[in-house]
């Protein structure tokens, strides 16, 4: 799940649609929202069958799923896990449509999953998800922050990994 060594290269498996439909981010907002997430069991299954491969082949150095809190979620957690921090470019990440940033943050769609490859291997991992979609969002890097960027170049998350972590752990301090 935690990001293994700076330069790492991060990808994204699966395609981004609006379904924030009983998401975290609804949740926290007071709102249910009618777009749930749907499953599409053909490239899921391709997709996890890929995965499954360059795992076999050393080729994957973390992976991680996207599930409640969505893109946001799972780039925070792999980074603080690890203590490294990304530079993250929301514009490669390939959507269902126009979708605003926040949707591309926080959609919930099923079965995509977060992975860091080292950039020896991107070419054999490129390779293999030819003709599924993967996007490469940015690098893992030793600043200690996430810092995530729109296609403008403007900041919309600069966060070190101490605030996220905090974040996090803050409803389990609650208890």
């Known amino acids: 799940m935690d ?5 790492d290269l991060v990808y994204l498996l699966g395609v981004t649609a609006n379904e924030l439909g009983a ?3 609804y949740a926290q907002l007071g ?9 599409d069991a053909i490239t899921a299954l391709a997709r996890y069958r890929t995965l499954n491969a360059a795992q076999t ?42 979708l605003t940033a926040a949707q591309i943050l926080f959609s919930e769609s099923a079965s995509r999953l977060l992975v860091t490859v080292h ?6 991992f490129t390779s293999l998800f030819a003709r599924q ?13 996430l810092q995530v960027i729109d296609a403008n170049n403007c900041s919309l998350i600069a966060a070190s990994l101490d605030e996220l972590k905090a974040a996090w752990q803050a409803p389990l301090r609650e208890m």
């Open 23 to 25: 998401s975290e981010l």
């Open 119 to 124: 950039p020896e291997n991107q070419g054999r």
């Open 31 to 39: 709102e249910l929202g009618a777009n749930l997430p749907q499953v």
């Open 133 to 145: 979609s993967c996007s490469l969002l940015g690098e893992v890097t030793t600043t200690a922050q």
């Open 57 to 98: 082949g050393g080729l994957i150095a973390s992976c991680h799923d996207l599930s409640d809190g969505g893109l946001a979620v799972a780039l925070a957690e792999t980074a603080f896990s690890g203590g490294l921090g990304m530079r993250i470019d929301l514009s490669k990440v390939e959507t269902r449509g126009e």
């Open 3 to 7: 990001a293994k060594r700076a330069d």
